[in-house]
């Protein structure tokens, strides 16, 4: 199994260990990457749509990086660079999460819903590619139209 890139901050072998243990890792924000949590409603009103495989052709083309969503509380996550402005979401749904909390990251292989895990990737990780700030600031201002 590979070792998520995100996941820099812990060692392959607390990851994979998780990840056998639970199928995710919790790792903190604010190293490696941030993460801007977006209600799952929010992310279908910007993607005009709420058929799963239409949202994440939307999100490929407008984030153009990994974004994970957790089907328990509806949110959708996209990681951004650890630099990212805290004022970023300007959305009164939206959260930016950095330092100081955690975010659990689903084995790489989790790309669709299961009965057994609450958390998949919608966009899977690339390498070490985030979603660039102003891409989420797009989503966020599409939805609010």
């Known amino acids: ?27 903190p924000c604010g190293h490696a990457f941030a993460a801007i949590r977006m209600p799952t409603d929010l992310v279908h009103t910007a993607a005009r749509t709420h058929h799963p495989e239409q949202v994440r052709i939307y999100l490929t083309h407008t984030l153009h990086g990994p974004v994970l969503t957790d089907r328990t509380t509806h949110h959708h996550y996209a990681l951004v660079p650890p630099n990212t402005p805290h004022d970023l979401p300007d959305h009164p749904h939206t959260r930016y999460l950095g330092t100081n909390t955690y975010l659990g990251l689903p084995r790489p292989d989790l790309t669709h819903p299961t009965t057994h895990h609450r958390y998949h990737w919608i966009i899977p990780p690339n390498g070490q590619q985030l979603c660039p700030p102003e891409a989420v600031s797009t989503l966020l201002r599409r939805a609010a139209r």
């Open 1 to 27: 199994m590979n070792v998520h890139p995100l996941a820099a901050v812990l060692s392959a072998r607390e990851v994979q260990e998780q990840w056998l243990r639970r199928s995710i890792a919790l790792v």
